[in-house]
């Protein structure tokens, strides 16, 4: 009798192992397919209810600076183009608040645009390339390394220079939000890193007006020195409130 309940209990016992290990092959196959293909950009990137609509949207326009192409040389060609547009248009004021919050699909970070799925260019797509305004203060003003869109260029002429905006005047730059300004657009400008330099000596707010990019590329330096890959690239125009106006960075006095 004893015997019998033993071999009983160890059937039962075989019986749920087996069923055990078959889920676990089954939806554990499942698990290790679905993390091979990425997360779902929808799952990684929520729709921002309060984020400014923009319809018909402009096409990018360029021009050949220095014998440098619109779609530079080398790299990613389509974020090259997007980077040296020079087109202007009618800027949407954004909060701080509402950039931050915008978020994108985590498997298309370090690639190339052609290389993303239609679903998470479709995502990407319902705001890069929107005018938009921010207003801020600059806690540095750097010129950036040689990139593919200035075709690798290594002299000031040709280099971008970086800003960085935050909301408030005591915010680390892993709050920050890019803002790069091109030659392209430099050259019609009468902006120098001194006067950037000086309004951020001085703590003066600014309103920057450009296109809203997201830059893949360098996805380990969000929560360092930035606080997203969403830039505002190019810089089209900076102003400066100086003595309770807002004045345009080529007439600001100092």
Known sequence: ???????????W???????AGGAVYFFGSQFVTRAAQGIAPSAMAPSIDDF???TNKSQPDSITFNGCPPDGQGGDVELNLLENRTDEGKYVNLSFDTLLALRWPKNIERQAMSAWSPQSDAYIKQ???MPVSLTGYILFTKEAPPSPANCSRNNPENADWNLTLTNNLKDVPAQGVLAAITPRVRSSHKWTLDALRT???QKLQV???GWLLFDPSRPGDVGIN??????????MQIEVFQDGHWIPLDKFSY
């Open 199 to 201: 309004v951020s000596y």
């Open 13 to 19: 016992l075989v019986l749920i192992l087996l069923i």
């Open 52 to 54: 400014p609509v923009v």
């Open 127 to 129: 705001f890069q390339g």
């Open 207 to 209: 309103r920057v007006g």
């Open 1 to 11: 009798m004893l015997n019998r309940k033993l071999f009983s209990r160890m059937g």
């Open 226 to 235: 930035r606080a997203t890959l969403w830039e505002i690239h190019p810089v």
